[in-house]
């Protein structure tokens, strides 16, 4: 069997949402200190609704599909439920990723949380701060 299924292949090759949103409502950054790979996702905020989302990530194939894949999954969702995105759903989306790679896609999960966040305290919106554990090593 493959090492990546063909989504991972396919994210990587031709990854969604690629960029950076000038008018951004929150900003996430996160990475990972064991391999350094670093992942910055943007999000457009209305009416509760994430209207629009791009990331850049500096990493491996892994990272950037995972990224693409998580773009694509929160994408006019409700903030609830995007706060709701767990880094094994997008391993799933993806038709799984190797075990070595699951990080990967847990830059992902945190990237937007921390964007999440960065749009909550941006516009001095209250939230119970167990939502948004410090990101952690692997
Ligand atoms: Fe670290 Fe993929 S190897 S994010």
Do not use: Q
């Not at 008018?23 to 999000?43: F, L, T």
């Not at 500096?58 to 694509?72: D, L």
């Amino acid at each position: 069997m493959a090492l990546y299924s063909e989504k991972v292949m396919d994210h990587f090759r031709n990854p969604r949402n690629v960029g950076k949103l000038d008018d951004a409502d929150g900003i996430g950054e996160v990475g990972n200190a064991r391999c350094g790979d670093i992942m910055k996702i943007y999000i457009k905020v209305a009416d509760g609704v994430i209207s629009d989302v791009k990331f850049n990530t500096y990493g491996c194939g892994s990272a950037i599909a995972s990224s693409s894949m998580a773009t694509e999954m929160i994408k006019g969702k409700p903030i609830s439920e995007a706060l709701e995105l767990t880094n094994k759903a997008v391993a799933e989306a993806l038709d799984g990723l190797p075990a070595h790679k699951l990080h990967c896609s847990v830059l992902a999960e945190e990237a937007i949380r921390a964007a999440i966040k960065d749009y909550y305290d941006k516009n001095g919106i209250a939230y119970d701060p167990s939502l948004f554990p410090e990101p952690h090593e692997e």
